[in-house]
């Protein structure tokens, strides 16, 4: 099927659908924005066009976001209050609030370098705020922007590893991971170690060991990062599934055409010079 075709049918699927033109027009157009620059066949880079338009139709189907369809949210998991952090003499966060529920997905964004990552290891407990507090009702899973694997291990031993610690016995840990690898249309029984996985692959490992033992709260730094598209659905399916089960999530993202998805945004774009 050329690509022409492959995005008439697309756009057709998703009119029948029901999805709205404005939806649907800004996925036809990224699907051929990257068609084209990527020169792949569509059947290669997204797979059959009424399959593909039944997830994003999953995906965006307005339902998904509806008020009246959505348990309401539960009480504070997440709340950070006045956070202020410094690196020698450049102030990075000053004075950042933010709260969030059970069932509530939030989303930080702002420019390159303002911080983002910073709050994130702030609210995970694992970078020290200058000013302020955190407060976290439950249990914590983090997925690094960068780094969070072992290199010589395998994807299994992983979650082995990090089941340990969420006090999950082997085999329990090992069969939660490859569930929530199968959900992200990975095979996490490979025998390849992590040092060989592509970025993608190893951002799916490590979206999963954020996920394993069912924390409260989930802090997702750039969680898809290097993922193709269907897996960057799959990876939305899963937040939701998150959220409607109660869970809290925090998701640092640069892709600001998610933001009709999620309950808060924080934007940390600083508004005017700090002084130091
Ligand atoms: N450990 C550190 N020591 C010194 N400076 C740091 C440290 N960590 C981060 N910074 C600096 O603090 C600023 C904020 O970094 P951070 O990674 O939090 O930003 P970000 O918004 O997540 O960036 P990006 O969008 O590029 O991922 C940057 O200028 C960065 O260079």
Redesign the pocket.
């Known amino acids: 099927m050329n690509q022409d075709r492959w995005l008439a049918v697309l756009a057709g699927e998703l009119d029948r659908r029901g999805i709205a033109a404005e939806h649907a027009a800004p996925v036809v157009a990224e699907a051929a924005t990257h068609l084209r620059e990527s020169g792949e066949a569509p059947l290669r880079a997204f797979g059959p066009p009424e399959e593909y338009a039944a997830a994003v139709a999953e995906g965006l189907g307005p339902a998904r976001w509806a008020e009246e369809t959505r348990a309401p949210a539960g009480g504070i998991r997440l709340d950070a209050r006045g956070i202020g952090k410094g ?1 020698g003499r ?1 102030r ?1 966060l000053h004075n950042v609030d933010l709260t969030v529920r059970a069932g509530q997905v939030a989303a930080v964004v ?1 420019a ?7 709050f994130l290891g702030i609210c995970a407990g694992l970078v020290g705020a200058d000013h302020g507090r955190v407060r976290v009702r439950g249990t914590i899973g983090y997925c690094p ?1 960068y780094h969070g694997t072992v290199d010589f291990l395998r994807p299994d031993e992983h979650f082995v590893l990090v089941g340990a610690g969420r006090g999950l016995p082997r085999d329990r840990a090992r069969a939660a991971g490859l569930a929530a690898a199968a959900e992200l249309d990975w095979d996490g029984a490979t025998r390849t170690q992590a040092r060989h996985l592509s970025g993608g692959t190893r951002q799916k490992l490590n979206l999963v060991m954020a996920g394993l033992g069912e924390p409260d709260v989930l802090l997702l730094d750039e969680p898809y990062q290097g993922f193709d598209r269907g897996s960057y659905l799959d990876f939305w399916q899963q937040v939701w599934r998150w959220r409607d089960a109660g869970r809290a999530i925090v998701i ?1 993202t ?1 892709l600001l055409n998610q933001l009709d998805r999620v309950d808060t945004v924080l934007d ?1 774009t600083p508004k005017e010079a700090v002084p130091c």
């Open positions: 690196y450049r990075v702002g390159n370098g303002c911080g983002k990552s910073t922007q640092v640069h940390l």
